[in-house]
């Protein structure tokens, strides 16, 4: 039951990480292209 709360976790926080990381490069994207 703990390490299935801490597999959890983890991928969480890696999706957490995978969904900043595209959100930073879409932000980069934008920023590049001119309004």
């Given amino acids: 039951m703990i390490q ?4 959890r976790a983890e991928t969480s ?3 957490g990480i995978a969904t ?3 959100c930073r490069n ?3 994207l934008a920023e590049a292209v001119p309004s």
């Fill in 4 to 7: 299935g709360f801490i597999f």
């Fill in 13 to 15: 926080v890696s999706v």
């Fill in 20 to 22: 900043g990381r595209r």
């Fill in 26 to 28: 879409v932000g980069i």
